[in-house]
């Protein structure tokens, strides 16, 4: 008998722009499983289905913005240490310092390099 598959790791991917989100995806290829919301009322769902091991967000997002559900997370007691990867247009200093200071593990400017938005959600998932 086969030994079974270890599970990949879970990948919840909250940006409002399908493109973008299959993008992230085949950026970070066949290793993780995926999960997507398209608003942070959607990644709150798929928070309380099944925790990830890492969160990719968005900041624009319609209705609460990224940063404000990343707070709200970081204040909660059963997701407050899921890492979380902010990806933005929005990429000035002060944006940047911003999303630091909501909790974010790691910030990318959009368009992201993609070899180290891998390297970045790699070595969050492996800490």
């Known amino acids: 008998m086969a030994a079974a598959e270890p599970l990949r790791p879970l990948i919840l991917i909250c940006d409002d ?5 299959e993008l992230q995806k085949a950026v ?8 997507e919301a398209a608003n942070t009322s959607e990644a709150e769902a798929q928070l309380a289905i099944e925790p990830p091991a890492l969160i990719v967000l968005d900041v624009m997002l319609p209705g609460k913005s990224g940063l404000e559900f990343l707070r709200e997370l970081r204040e909660s007691n059963h997701a407050r240490n899921i890492p979380v990867v902010v990806v933005s247009a929005w990429q000035s200093a002060t944006d940047q310092q911003a999303a630091t200071d909501a909790g974010a593990d790691a910030f990318l400017g959009k368009p992201f390099d993609p070899d180290a938005f891998a390297r970045v959600v790699s070595d969050l998932v492996s800490a």
């Open 28 to 35: 970070l290829g066949s290793g993780y499983r995926y999960v």
């Open 17 to 21: 722009e399908p493109p973008l989100r």
